[in-house]
């Protein structure tokens, strides 16, 4: 069982950059593939990124490549979504997910475990 807390939301002006975390429990974490996905009022689901059990791979959605950056600690059990030149549309609830020692996946139902998110509200 993996619980995941995530934070480091907040209100962000358009351009501006934010690091979210996401602190799971438990002591495998390594084991795990974690996953950042975001869901805006009244749209659905979509995949931000992922990162593999030892960090070694990670993947992107187009809209955000070159701009996020997704990384973990191990040691800290935590992941993190390095955040910059954010923009208005993605105002969003930001939410990491676990997937036991599964391969990079932008399936939000093939992860195992999921936060309850930390809402991110970029201002225009």
């Known amino acids: 069982q993996v619980q995941l807390v995530e934070s480091g939301g907040g209100l962000v002006q358009a351009g501006g950059s934010l690091r979210l975390s996401c602190a799971a429990s438990?002591?495998?974490?390594?084991?795990?593939?974690m996953g950042w996905f975001r869901q805006a009022p009244g749209k659905e689901r979509e995949f931000v990124a992922a990162i593999t059990w030892n960090g070694g791979s990670t993947y992107y959605a187009d809209p955000v490549r070159g701009r996020f950056t997704v990384s973990r600690d191990n040691a800290k059990n935590t992941v993190y979504l390095q955040m910059s030149s954010l923009k208005p549309e993605e105002t969003a609830v930001y939410s990491c997910a676990a997937r036991y020692t599964g391969s990079l996946t932008v399936v939000y139902e093939e992860y195992h475990y999921w936060g309850q998110g930390t809402q991110v509200t970029v201002s225009s």
């Open positions: 438990g002591r495998t974490f390594s084991l795990y593939t």
